[in-house]
């Protein structure tokens, strides 16, 4: 029903860009905070980037400065900027979401099915 359907991962050259879509669909009585998160092989996944509602965001160490999370409430939708990329930015990237599905009582987590971005010349 609630799900994240995500967009936008590929290969690009170190220093290249990519944007990342991560949109919410179902069922949906309100989205509180979302992510990015990502995952490399053989490493723990990681926080890249969080956003609140009212779309303040933060970022890892690592990414500040090159990334920028937004989000289009209107369309229960996140995007991830990634600019200035590195090979180290290698990764699965998921995005999540605390929700609310409508009719529930609470918030719960949900997660995208992860995009791979590669960082290769």
């Known amino acids: 029903q609630v799900q994240l359907v995500e967009s936008g991962g590929g290969l690009v050259q170190p220093g290249g860009s990519l944007r990342l879509s991560c949109a919410a669909s179902g069922r949906i009585s309100s989205i509180h905070d979302m992510a990015w998160y990502r995952q490399a092989p053989g490493n723990q996944r990681e926080l890249v980037a969080t956003?609140?509602?009212?779309?303040?965001?933060h970022y890892a160490v690592s990414v500040k400065g090159r990334f920028t999370i937004s989000r289009d409430n209107a369309k229960n939708t996140v995007y991830l900027q990634m600019n200035s990329l590195k090979p180290e930015d290698t990764a699965v990237y998921y995005c999540y979401a605390d929700l609310t599905a409508y009719g529930r009582r609470s918030a719960w987590d949900y997660w995208g099915q992860g995009t791979q971005v590669t960082v290769s010349s």
């Open positions: 956003i609140t509602l009212g779309g303040s965001p």
